[in-house]
């Protein structure tokens, strides 16, 4: 017909049959989902996924093999077409966070209605966002919170470590100075480097000044 909006081509993980097969029956029931594919674990709806490019794919927080959050993640990587839904029994802001953080577009939770989650994908699909209602106000503060936590974590000794090399010390002249082995300060700079995700001395004082792990 002339018009008709195309419907939705979803594919649906959850390792619990009988919830995923309430899940399966509510999107077979919508005029404007098309259910492709059912998956029980992780890497098999991962696998669905890619044969298959659905518009949306509604993935259980704790898929086994591959979490919710990991296929997420994966399909970001791959730069997938396919947008993610994250559905899970655990409501921690903390958790949403993280799923976002993964590339999924929104986070329902379990106790949601069938209406409700179908509601979900069909947002998800037009290219919005969509969380339960009471996660806004917790997601806030994650956001807030992270743009600290998420700078990389050096120990007391790692910064003071850095500090000095930041000075121009070289590795045995820290040592001296901090009365610690040559040996264990080249272990300090090497757990530092991987931190930080560089190779040198330069480049992790350059990274640790400019994410403010240095002050």
Not at 13 to 36: F, M, N, Q, S, T
Not at 70 to 85: F, G, S
Not at 179 to 192: C, D, E, G, R
């Amino acid at each position: 017909m002339p018009g008709r909006r195309e419907r939705v081509r979803v594919v649906v993980a959850d390792d619990h049959p009988l919830y995923r097969d309430g899940i399966v029956g509510a999107v077979k029931l919508r005029p404007d989902l098309e259910l492709v594919a059912q998956a029980a674990d992780g890497r098999d709806a991962l696998a669905a996924i890619e044969a298959l490019e659905p518009a949306v794919a509604l993935l259980d927080f704790n898929l086994p093999s591959l979490t919710g959050v990991q296929v997420a993640r994966a399909l970001t990587e791959a730069r997938a077409t396919t947008r993610t839904l994250i559905l899970s029994a655990y409501d921690e802001s903390e958790l949403v966070y993280d799923a976002l953080r993964a590339g999924a577009r929104g986070y329902v939770t379990k106790d949601a209605d069938r209406d409700e989650i179908c509601d979900a994908v069909a947002r998800v699909a037009r290219g919005h966002t969509a969380f339960s209602a009471d996660f806004h106000d917790g997601l806030a503060d994650q956001i807030r919170s992270r743009r600290v936590d998420d700078r990389p974590r050096l120990s007391p000794r790692e910064r003071e470590v850095l500090a000095l090399i930041a000075e121009g010390r070289s590795g045995p002249q820290a040592a001296r100075i901090l009365f610690l082995s040559p040996a264990t300060v080249k272990t300090h700079l090497a757990n530092i480097y991987a931190k930080l995700e560089v190779s040198g001395s330069a480049a992790a004082v350059a990274k640790a000044l400019r994410e403010g792990v240095l002050q």
